[in-house]
């Protein structure tokens, strides 16, 4: 089965660095997302992003927090200046349709995020 | 606020057994419903979906919807020890579109072999 990809597995960082996480979601998905969870917490909608630009975003979506396609493949989250409190499993996501009209959405594996 | 409610459990039912899972939503406008299930360390992975009023068969997963009471449930019949793990209720506000889904914080069933 076709799967998203995300990269690194695990990254630790310091407060107030700036980190790059990865994704490849399945090739012929069109919706991707970012979702996080922080241990022991409810999983977390962050950004949703269709045709190049967010579709929607939550109210953790701040101005830290960018998304960008560089290419035909990554789907990648950016976070401008970390915080004790980003860390977190970071999913990707994707799907090939719009959610909630019988189209199945698929996790990656995720990013545990460790801001020291 | 959008609001998805689940009892957190442990959830302990015997192998063999039915498992009954529950979740309320606080949003009225709620269209779609998922269930999803997490083993520890592991990303969420789809069971089922709803979206009708009733109920939704799939092999052992029958899931139930009622939104005149905002209620959702997911019935797992004769349980395996394999289907301990954590069950995340989401919903979606709309019938589509590239809307992210509100989870519930989930709850953690355990099979007793």
């Known amino acids: 089965e076709p799967e998203v990809t995300q990269t690194p597995s695990h990254q630790v960082t310091q407060m107030g660095q700036e980190v790059i996480l990865r994704c490849v979601p399945i090739s012929n998905h069109l919706y991707f997302y970012w979702y996080r969870q922080i241990l022991g917490q409810k999983v977390e909608f962050l950004v949703s992003?269709?045709?190049?630009?967010?579709?929607?975003k939550s109210e953790i979506f701040d101005d830290q927090f960018s998304v960008e396609r560089p290419d035909g493949s990554n789907f990648t989250l950016k976070i401008r200046s970390t915080k004790l409190e980003d860390s977190a499993m970071y999913f990707c996501?994707?799907?090939?349709?719009?959610?909630?009209?019988?189209?199945?959405?698929?996790f990656g594996s995720g990013t545990q995020l460790s801001v020291l | 606020q959008k609001e998805v409610e689940q009892n957190s459990g442990p959830l302990s039912v015997p192998e063999g057994a039915i498992a009954s899972l529950n979740c309320t939503y606080s949003?009225?406008?709620?269209?779609?419903f998922f269930w999803y299930r997490q083993y520890s360390g592991k990303s969420p992975e789809l069971i089922m979906s709803?979206?009708?009023?009733g109920d939704k068969e799939d092999g052992r997963f029958t899931a139930q919807l009622n939104k005149a009471s905002q209620y959702v449930s997911l019935l797992i019949r004769d349980s395996q020890p394999s289907d301990s793990a954590t069950y995340l209720c989401a919903v979606n506000r709309r019938g589509g579109g590239a809307d992210g889904l509100t989870f519930g914080k989930g709850t953690h069933l355990i099979i007793q072999p």
């Open positions: 949003d009225r406008v709620s269209q779609s």
């Open positions: 996501a994707s799907s090939e349709g719009m959610t909630g009209v019988d189209e199945k959405l698929f």
């Open positions: 709803i979206y009708s009023n």
């Open positions: 992003f269709y045709n190049n630009e967010i579709s929607e």
